[in-house]
């Protein structure tokens, strides 16, 4: 089958980058293009931009364009996974939908229409469970929902350099919902709710997903060697996870690159060692189906394209001779691909030939097609159909699985050594934490064992072990996780040489899980790093609230016994309460078990059970004497409450951790996350809230307020700098490694005013750069600027020696630097 949905792509991308400028009709009149716009999913793992209009992991001008979160400021294009690994799988993805109209096949991928309910940001409503986001709202389901609507009721193009294109007559609603904590932030789930707004019966529905398969390291600028070798493929099933059924049946549209781009014998940090694809959810009906169709060109633009595609059969819809890559795909011919039943094979397969099983042969050049061509694919589900007024609702999660790639040699030593027999490289592939992954999308999606709409059916169950084992919902979306506790309200309070770290947990212990209904804290965790980096971050300091596990011995149907956890965990009044103020809960073992009766039991520390907040070298109270004022705030009084956040909050929950003996120089990122106790008993693992999602950057220096009250002299730090200095190698400069040399480099100013303007002269008086430092209001950093050894003109500058002025409301500051090169 040649597919030319890179074509597609390139035309969707032409149509919703620069067709602002052209019309549409509509009711017969030429209308403007709707603009789009874009936005970003940047809370768990996946950090992922979307679109106004049923893009996804997309960007235009060939990806170059970068999208701004607009809660964080970080930028990125297109997919990067895992978070801050600045790799970056070059989906460009979009919905696509296609049916038949009065027997007139009728198709619509880039929107022509725009809707969005109005939010504060624009076409984009933001919600979050999250009381410490800015868009807190009850009625969220997830760490960060973004809801927007976009229409099709535009008719034909009249912009001459496109195909004709007739409205279907439908509004989407979508709602992309990103969970955080373990086993649930490395997918984001798509709710689509596609109503039919026109006249006209909507037959033979399908709904697709079109993407791009390249992956590549967003530093490297090379592209012919970095998207000429992603390959793309179809994980049909896996074995389970639980070890009760035998295979999971999954049915995943991935890309990856081809062998994770190794340094010899070694992973690096460029390496994209992971797997992303589209994972269809809950088909509303036994009646459909998933086709998974892919094609790839050789070369980056317009070289041959070639995809598999079975031999002609008795009626089956045969179609040899599809437009040429090169030009655009009209609507019956992108709607054939959509209803095409096929699962094609893997691109790595492309050297074998399967015509013994109904496939054409392979291409002359199979062995380029496989791995050095550029690949899409479009998987899709259906068919359906949607009368007028009537509203169907489709899911899909884009999901993530990080190494799938084990070992740096194995595509060398596997595949080429017994290429054109690729199956002994697969063998050696790690799908383990894609499945994984996936099935946890599908447990959000729709919760085994819960009746949601309470009519006696909680899904599809099997016996195992004695258990009862739901591996499939209701059928009824549910799109609830069982999440972490709230994240801290964090504040980082500099000091010379230490870093005062406070938060407020009013939110991560008074607020229910989402999920259970219980309150289930259990402590804090206290982060510590020198970049902004999950994988930087060490552990400083640990408070785990004293609780413990009750294991019952239970006799099982084959008379043998085991010690079973059917309880949450018990806190020590608890159990005092249960079993008299003497009791202690470790005493009893499984060897020297408790009896209740006839019922034997054995107590197990939860967790570090590291509850003292007695002492400064550890986490403490601030108030260790303010009474716990409940949850009613209209109750709270003056006294109970710190103002110290962007609400007044209880003392009683204040912390505090004190980090000493730090360098002045270097900046320290600070994260305090809170973590439930989980539940063994059902299997559910504790969760941990982000530590991304309050990460805070601060120098251990005097205090911007320090500095006012004690009018202290500006410093500049290396003073001089030196060409041989090695700062970046020490870990002064660049730690993340995303900047080259020339925009790397940093002299510090420190002990600023909140506001000023820094300027830098040459010796001859001429201004070589100004910098405007305004931190009106304090906060991180507000005593500190650095200048990037950048001119004015854009040029790096010179060695010699430099003045420096600080200008503020009280005073101006001179003083002098060196370059040394």
Not at 383 to 405: K, L, R, W, Y
Not at 492 to 499: A, D, E, Q, R
Request: hydrophobic share 35%.
């Amino acid at each position: 089958m040649v597919l030319s949905a890179r074509t597609c792509n390139l035309a969707i991308t032409f149509l919703t980058a620069s067709l602002v400028l052209g019309t549409v009709l509509h009711n017969g009149e030429a209308v403007a293009q709707p603009r789009t716009k874009f936005t970003v999913q940047n809370r768990n793992n996946m950090q992922m931009t979307l679109t106004n209009n049923g893009g996804f992991a997309y960007a235009t001008w060939y990806w170059s364009t970068r999208t701004t979160d607009p809660f964080t400021g970080d930028r990125f294009a297109t997919l990067h996974y895992p978070r801050g690994s600045d790799i970056r799988y070059q989906m460009n993805g979009t919905l696509v939908l296609g049916a038949v109209i009065e027997g007139d096949t009728v198709v619509t991928t880039g929107f022509s229409e725009a809707h969005s309910e109005e939010g504060v940001l624009g076409d984009f409503v933001y919600r979050s469970v999250d009381h410490n986001h800015p868009r807190y709202d009850p009625e969220a389901k997830s760490q960060l929902d973004i809801i927007c609507q976009y229409a099709d009721t535009f008719g034909v193009y009249t912009t001459p350099d496109l195909r004709g294109h007739s409205s279907l007559g439908i509004k989407v609603t979508q709602t992309s919902m990103a969970w955080t904590g373990d086993n649930i932030d490395d997918f984001i789930i798509f709710d689509y709710e596609i109503q039919n707004i026109g006249d006209h019966h909507l037959e033979d529905m399908y709904v697709g997903f079109l993407a791009h398969g390249g992956v590549n390291y967003v530093g490297e600028f090379d592209l012919t060697m970095t998207q000429l070798d992603d390959v793309i493929g179809f994980l049909h099933t896996h074995p389970a996870q639980d070890g009760c059924r035998i295979m999971d049946t999954l049915n995943i549209a991935y890309s990856m690159d081809a062998d994770g781009d190794p340094s010899g014998a070694y992973w690096t940090k460029y390496s994209p060692r992971a797997a992303v694809g589209i994972h269809i959810l809950g088909l509303p009906s036994e009646h459909w189906r998933v086709n998974f169709n892919w094609g790839a060109g050789l070369g980056l633009f317009g070289g041959p394209r070639w995809g598999p595609m079975r031999a002609p059969a008795p009626n089956v819809d045969y179609r040899p001779n599809l437009p040429a890559p090169g030009g655009f795909l009209n609507d019956v011919e992108l709607y054939y691909y959509l209803r095409n039943p096929e699962i094609d094979y893997d691109q790595l397969l492309v050297t074998l030939n399967f015509t013994y099983s109904g496939w054409l042969p392979p291409p002359p050049s199979a062995s380029d097609f496989a791995l050095k061509a550029t690949p899409d694919y479009i998987i899709s589900a259906g068919p359906f159909d949607i009368q007028p007024g009537q509203t169907e609702s489709v899911a899909m999660a884009v999901v993530g699985g990080e190494n799938v790639h084990v070992n740096p040699w194995d595509f060398g030593l596997k595949y080429k050594t017994y290429s054109p027999w690729p199956y002994r490289y697969i063998e050696t592939l790690d799908f383990s934490e894609l499945a994984k992954n996936a099935r946890w999308a599908e447990y959000v999606y729709d919760i085994p064992g819960v009746d949601t709409d309470s009519d006696g059916y909680a899904g599809e169950y099997m016996v195992c072990d004695d258990e009862i084992y739901y591996y499939k919902g209701d059928g009824i979306p549910d799109m609830r996780a069982d999440g972490p506790p709230q994240t801290p309200m964090l504040r980082v309070i500099p000091s010379t040489g230490k870093l005062i770290i406070r938060w407020n947990g009013y939110y991560s212990e008074t607020v229910p899980d989402i999920f259970t209904g219980l309150m289930d804290f259990e402590g804090y965790r206290v982060w510590v790093g020198l970049d902004d980096r999950r994988s930087s971050l060490s552990l400083l300091s640990v408070y785990d609230g004293e609780n413990y596990d009750r294991f019952r011995l239970h006799q099982k149907r084959d008379s043998t016994w085991e010690w079973v956890n059917e309880d949450v965990p018990f806190t020590l009044d608890e159990l005092l309460t249960m079993y008299g103020q003497t009791f202690r809960p470790l005493k009893y073992t499984r060897l020297n078990p408790f009896h209740a009766g006839d019922t034997l039991y054995a107590f197990e520390a939860h967790s570090y059970n590291a509850s003292s907040l007695c002492c400064n070298d550890r986490i403490h109270k601030v108030y260790p004497n303010a009474p716990d004022p409940g949850t009613d705030p209209s109750l709270w009084t003056e006294d109970d409450l710190t103002y110290d956040y962007s609400e007044p909050l209880p003392k009683y929950y204040e912390y505090e951790y004190i980090h000493d003996s730090l360098l002045t120089t270097v900046p320290y990122w600070i994260a305090v996350t809170a973590y439930d106790f989980g539940f063994s008993g059902g299997n559910i693992p504790s969760k941990e809230s982000d530590p991304l999602a309050n990460l805070t950057t601060e120098l251990a220096q005097t205090p911007v307020d320090t500095v006012a009250l004690y009018d202290l002299d500006v410093f500049v730090y290396p003073n001089p700098w030196r060409w041989d200095g090695r700062y970046s190698q020490r870990g002064y400069e660049n730690r993340d490694g995303t900047e080259i040399p020339a925009r790397s480099r940093r002299i510090h100013f420190s002990n600023l005013p909140k506001v000023c303007k820094i300027s830098i002269y040459s010796l001859d008086g001429d201004l070589v750069r100004e910098l405007h430092h305004n931190y009106p209001d304090g906060g991180p950093g507000s005593m500190h600027a650095t200048w990037d050894m950048i001119t004015r003109n854009t040029q790096a500058a010179v060695s010699g020696l430099y003045y420096w002025v600080v200008e503020s409301a009280s005073r101006t500051q001179i003083g002098k630097l060196v370059i040394l090169k």
